[in-house]
């Protein structure tokens, strides 16, 4: 049996700004999905997942998966085989869960026809599922799947993307105190997010540019703090982050005062991704010295929380 498993991803910081050309930093997280692929002798493909639900949900991920793989690779879907996927990653809030479905599948494929595990080509594969999935996806939740750890990720121009490994892992203090607090699925796609901030943009180009230009300094503030282990000035850049993010309108009442919350408890948050204004927001990131109370904060308010490790690896075989 072949086992091949990949990561899901949050935003660090640069998210919404990097619509606008600002870099951003991706990381990728210990929650993953694990593919595991038995050759059968029907000829026949069969795919079968605990928690996605056929014609619901990404299940059409998987499928469409496999084709660009045979297509990509140039070989006739011959084989028969089944397919198992399991999957820790919570669908649609904003984890990358469709994009770590694809890189796992296409990294099980490789490995079942007997092809180099080159994770240039997986990535360039799933992208293109991505594409099919999404219509215009960054490439960066693909991106952070394949190459795990952190990822810098800057859109130059629509066609020239900068989308960067980091050398370097997050030192094991600042790694294991990261919480996901799911704060409910916001009523606005991202791609209404995204338009919102556009028209913001559009209305007062001056002051959104200044907030934008600011969010780049943190972003490049952050990329060292991680780098040197600089935990005060980790917890600084997120508090910050979340303010600008607030400003630009993609913060609701709720997470604005969950957020106040987790701070006045001494830890840091900010929403991960593109949020969501008229209700909840998503997932946010949250950091405290002691996770422990973030999960009781969690508990106590009936959401649901993730103590999840930062930096994890990116698509690998497991069995
Ligand atoms: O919703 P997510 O987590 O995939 O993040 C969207 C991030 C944005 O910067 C708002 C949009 C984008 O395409 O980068």
Known sequence: MIKVSAPGKIHFLGEHAIVFGKPAILA??????????????????????RQLVKGKERFDAIDIAVSETFKFLKKPKALGFNLQLDSKIPVGCGLGSSAAVSVSVIGALFLLLGEKFDKKKINQIAYLTEQKIHGFPSGGDNSTATYGGLVWYRKEAEDLK?????????AKNLARNFVLIDTGRPKETTGEMVAGVRKLFGKRPQW???????????VKKLLSALKENNERLVM???RLGERNLEKIGVVGNFSHDLIRQVESLGGVAKICGAGGDKDRSGILLAYHVKPELLVALTK?????????????????QDG
């Open 162 to 170: 900068i989308i960067e490994p980091l050398p370097f892992l997050l």
């Open 208 to 218: 959104t540019e200044k907030i934008f230009n600011d969010q780049e300094k943190l």
């Open 28 to 49: 990728a997280i210990n929650l993953r999905c694990v593919v595991s692929l038995n050759p059968n002798k029907t000829g026949k493909i069969k795919t079968f997942s």
């Open 236 to 238: 600084e850049t997120i």
């Open 300 to 316: 106590k308010l009936n959401l649901n929380s993730y103590v999840v490790a930062l930096g994890e690896e990116g698509v690998r």
